[in-house]
C-alpha cells in the first residue's frame, strides 16, 4: 500500500467514462460565465461537485462583495459527485467503536449526529429550493455474510444507543435474524441485517442545481479550465496565483474542493489524501424483481461491502438498480486501484464482479435477465481517503490564505454539505468555539494531520477477535 499511496495523482484526464447520471449532460455542463478568464479574484474554488457548488452557495449567500471564481477541469460536475452511487447513507456505525477509542465518546457521537444532519440536509434542501434531483428518503438495510461483521455491528449499535441516548434519531437501528432478512429482503445466506433511516439523490442534478442559484447569487463558473499549479505570488505574498491552461488569475484565497485529486495541486498531500478508484453500474433488475424494492441495500461481507439503491418512482428509468464498491473481490484486493486517478476505463474483473453481483446475491428471486439486457451503463469514479478516515477541512498549515475541503472517504453525501458550511464559517474568523457543538474536531485541517501516511482503508475488515473493540 505504501508504493501505491505514494503515487502522485493525475490532473483530472479528458473523455472519462459516461456516467449514468450524466446522460444526457446538463446545460451548464461546458458553461462559461465570462468568455475569458477574469485576472483577479476574492476567491478561487476549484472544484465544481457538491463540495465546491456548497460551499459557492455558502460563500456568495453572505452578500459582502466578494468576487468567488469556480474553475472545474472538465465539465460540471464531473468528479466523483456526478459519478457516486447514489446513495445517501451514513453507515456510522462502522465506524463508532474505532472512534470511541481512537477520538473519545464525545468526538464519535458527534461524527455520527454530523453525518445523519448532513444526510438530512441534503435532502431537505432539495426540497425548499424545489430540485428536480430524485431525491427519496425512507429506509436502507445493511445484509450481513460474515460472523465477525455481525458480532461487531451488535456491539456497535448497542454502544451508540448508550452514548448518544435510544431516542437520539441518528442511533435507529432494528436488526433482522437470518429469516427474517430472507423474507423482508429477499436475499438468503445471511448471519442477519440491520435496518435504519437513509436516502438516495441524483447527486449530479442536485449539484446543478446548487450551481444554478450560486449562478444567480453572482458566482464565475469556468468549465474546461484545467489548473496547472498554484502558487504564492512573489510580488504579494497574501495573494496566490492560480495558473491554469487559459491564463493565470491572482486570488486573495484559495479553496482545494478537490477530494482525490488534492495531491497534483498541493504535494504535501502526497500519501496523506490518496485517491481510490471505484467501479459502479447502473442495471436494469431481473424479471422476478419487477415489483420494486423497498429498501437501499449494502451487502457486508468480511473483508468489503457493495452498496446498491433503487430508483425511485418518478425517475428516469424508475426501478433501475445501481450498484458499486467490490473492489476488495480483485486480486490482491484491489490494491491497484489505490494511487489511480484514470477514470476513463474500468479494471475488467472488477467491471464483471459489479455487473454479476445483485443477481448472485438475489439467487433464484432474480430471474432472468431483462429482454433488453442487465447493463444499463458502467462507469467509473474517484474518490479520496485518508490516514485516520476522516476528511480535511480548514486552513492549510503554513500556507495563509489556502484553505480545503477534501478526502471523504466514499461518503460525500453525507459529509460534503455540511462541510461546506463549516468552512465558510471558518474563512469568516469563527474560532473554535462556534463549531464545538456540531463540527467534529478530528475533521479539522491540522499540521498534526499532515503526518499521518496513508496505509490502508480503515473499518472495512471483519475482526479476526472482537472483544469489545475492533481488532485488524
Given at each position: 500500500?505504501?508504493?501505491?499511496?505514494?503515487?502522485?495523482?493525475?490532473?483530472?484526464?479528458?473523455?472519462?467514462?459516461?456516467?449514468?447520471?450524466?446522460?444526457?449532460?446538463?446545460?451548464?455542463?461546458?458553461?462559461?460565465?465570462?468568455?475569458?478568464?477574469?485576472?483577479?479574484?476574492?476567491?478561487?474554488?476549484?472544484?465544481?461537485?457538491?463540495?465546491?457548488?456548497?460551499?459557492?452557495?455558502?460563500?456568495?449567500?453572505?452578500?459582502?462583495?466578494?468576487?468567488?471564481?469556480?474553475?472545474?477541469?472538465?465539465?460540471?460536475?464531473?468528479?466523483?459527485?456526478?459519478?457516486?452511487?447514489?446513495?445517501?447513507?451514513?453507515?456510522?456505525?462502522?465506524?463508532?467503536?474505532?472512534?470511541?477509542?481512537?477520538?473519545?465518546?464525545?468526538?464519535?457521537?458527534?461524527?455520527?449526529?454530523?453525518?445523519?444532519?448532513?444526510?438530512?440536509?441534503?435532502?431537505?434542501?432539495?426540497?425548499?429550493?424545489?430540485?428536480?434531483?430524485?431525491?427519496?428518503?425512507?429506509?436502507?438495510?445493511?445484509?450481513?455474510?460474515?460472523?465477525?461483521?455481525?458480532?461487531?455491528?451488535?456491539?456497535?449499535?448497542?454502544?451508540?444507543?448508550?452514548?448518544?441516548?435510544?431516542?437520539?434519531?441518528?442511533a435507529q437501528h432494528k436488526f433482522h435474524d437470518a429469516s427474517e432478512t430472507e423474507d423482508l429482503f429477499l436475499v438468503g445466506g445471511a448471519q442477519g441485517s440491520v435496518s435504519y433511516e437513509a436516502g438516495s439523490i441524483n447527486?449530479?442534478?442536485?449539484?446543478?442545481?446548487?450551481?444554478?442559484?450560486?449562478?444567480?447569487?453572482?458566482?464565475?463558473?469556468?468549465?474546461?479550465?484545467?489548473?496547472?499549479?498554484?502558487?504564492?505570488?512573489?510580488?504579494?505574498?497574501?495573494?496566490?496565483?492560480?495558473?491554469?491552461?487559459?491564463?493565470?488569475?491572482?486570488?486573495?484565497?484559495?479553496?482545494?474542493?478537490?477530494?482525490?485529486?488534492?495531491?497534483?495541486?498541493?504535494?504535501?498531500?502526497?500519501?496523506?489524501?490518496?485517491?481510490?478508484?471505484?467501479?459502479?453500474?447502473?442495471?436494469?433488475?431481473?424479471?422476478?424483481?419487477?415489483?420494486?424494492?423497498?429498501?437501499?441495500?449494502?451487502?457486508?461481507?468480511?473483508?468489503?461491502?457493495?452498496?446498491?439503491?433503487?430508483?425511485?418512482?418518478?425517475?428516469?428509468?424508475?426501478?433501475?438498480?445501481?450498484?458499486?464498491?467490490?473492489?476488495?473481490?480483485?486480486?490482491?484486493?484491489?490494491?491497484?486501484?489505490?494511487?489511480?486517478?484514470?477514470?476513463?476505463?474500468?479494471?475488467?474483473?472488477?467491471?464483471?464482479?459489479?455487473?454479476?453481483?445483485?443477481?448472485?446475491?438475489?439467487?433464484?428471486?432474480?430471474?432472468?435477465?431483462?429482454?433488453?439486457?442487465?447493463?444499463?451503463?458502467?462507469?467509473?469514479?474517484?474518490?479520496?481517503?485518508?490516514?485516520?478516515?476522516?476528511?480535511?477541512?480548514?486552513?492549510?498549515?503554513?500556507?495563509?490564505?489556502?484553505?480545503?475541503?477534501?478526502?471523504?472517504?466514499?461518503?460525500?453525501?453525507?459529509?460534503?454539505?455540511?462541510?461546506?458550511?463549516?468552512?465558510?464559517?471558518?474563512?469568516?474568523?469563527?474560532?473554535?468555539?462556534?463549531?464545538?457543538?456540531?463540527?467534529?474536531?478530528?475533521?479539522?485541517?491540522?499540521?498534526?494531520?499532515?503526518?499521518?501516511?496513508?496505509?490502508?482503508?480503515?473499518?472495512?475488515?471483519?475482526?479476526?477477535?472482537?472483544?469489545?473493540?475492533?481488532?485488524?
Open positions: 500500500m505504501d508504493e501505491r499511496a505514494a503515487i502522485v495523482p493525475i490532473a483530472p484526464r479528458p473523455s472519462p467514462t459516461s456516467s449514468y447520471w450524466q446522460d444526457p449532460p446538463h446545460l451548464l455542463a461546458e458553461h462559461r460565465t465570462t468568455s475569458g478568464l477574469p485576472g483577479s479574484a476574492s476567491i478561487v474554488i476549484i472544484g465544481s461537485g457538491i463540495t465546491g457548488a456548497s460551499i459557492a452557495y455558502n460563500l456568495l449567500a453572505q452578500h459582502d462583495n466578494s468576487t468567488v471564481l469556480m474553475l472545474e477541469a472538465r465539465t460540471a460536475c464531473s468528479g466523483a459527485s456526478g459519478r457516486n452511487g447514489g446513495h445517501t447513507k451514513s453507515a456510522s456505525y462502522r465506524a463508532f467503536m474505532d472512534n470511541v477509542q481512537d477520538q473519545g465518546e464525545e468526538e464519535a457521537a458527534k461524527i455520527v449526529r454530523f453525518e445523519y444532519k448532513c444526510m438530512k440536509a441534503v435532502h431537505a434542501f432539495a426540497r425548499e429550493h424545489s430540485l428536480e434531483c430524485d431525491s427519496w428518503e425512507g429506509e436502507t438495510v445493511d445484509i450481513v455474510y460474515d460472523h465477525g461483521q455481525w458480532v461487531r455491528a451488535q456491539k456497535a449499535i448497542s454502544e451508540m444507543k448508550r452514548i448518544l441516548g435510544d431516542d437520539d434519531p441518528a447527486a449530479y442534478k442536485f449539484v446543478i442545481g446548487v450551481l444554478e442559484l450560486a449562478l444567480d447569487r453572482g458566482l464565475n463558473f469556468q468549465t474546461n479550465t484545467l489548473v496547472l499549479s498554484i502558487d504564492r505570488s512573489e510580488t504579494d505574498r497574501n495573494s496566490w496565483i492560480v495558473k491554469t491552461l487559459r491564463g493565470s488569475i491572482r486570488a486573495e484565497r484559495v479553496i482545494l474542493a478537490t477530494n482525490g485529486y488534492t495531491s497534483n495541486l498541493y504535494p504535501p498531500a502526497r500519501g496523506i489524501i490518496v485517491p481510490l478508484r471505484g467501479t459502479v453500474a447502473a442495471m436494469r433488475p431481473g424479471r422476478s424483481l419487477k415489483e420494486g424494492l423497498q429498501s437501499t441495500y449494502s451487502f457486508i461481507y468480511g473483508n468489503g461491502y457493495e452498496y446498491m439503491i433503487f430508483r425511485p418512482a418518478g425517475s428516469t428509468f424508475a426501478g433501475d438498480l445501481v450498484i458499486g464498491g467490490c473492489s476488495t473481490k480483485a486480486p490482491k484486493e484491489g490494491l491497484y486501484e489505490w494511487g489511480t486517478t484514470d477514470d476513463t476505463t474500468t479494471d475488467p474483473e472488477i467491471a464483471q464482479y459489479v455487473r454479476d453481483s445483485a443477481a448472485e446475491y438475489f439467487g433464484p428471486r432474480w430471474g432472468e435477465d431483462h429482454p433488453s439486457g442487465r447493463i444499463r451503463k458502467q462507469w467509473t469514479g474517484i474518490m479520496g481517503y485518508s490516514s485516520q478516515g476522516f476528511p480535511l477541512v480548514g486552513s492549510v498549515p503554513d500556507e495563509p490564505g489556502l484553505w480545503i475541503a477534501a478526502s471523504f472517504q466514499g461518503s460525500g453525501m453525507v459529509l460534503c454539505f455540511h462541510t461546506a458550511q463549516a468552512l465558510v464559517t471558518m474563512m469568516n474568523g469563527g474560532d473554535d468555539k462556534r463549531f464545538d457543538g456540531w463540527f467534529p474536531r478530528p475533521f479539522r485541517m491540522s499540521e498534526n494531520r499532515l503526518k499521518h501516511k496513508f496505509h490502508g482503508r480503515l473499518h472495512e475488515k471483519s475482526p479476526m477477535n472482537f472483544e469489545g473493540h475492533h481488532q485488524l
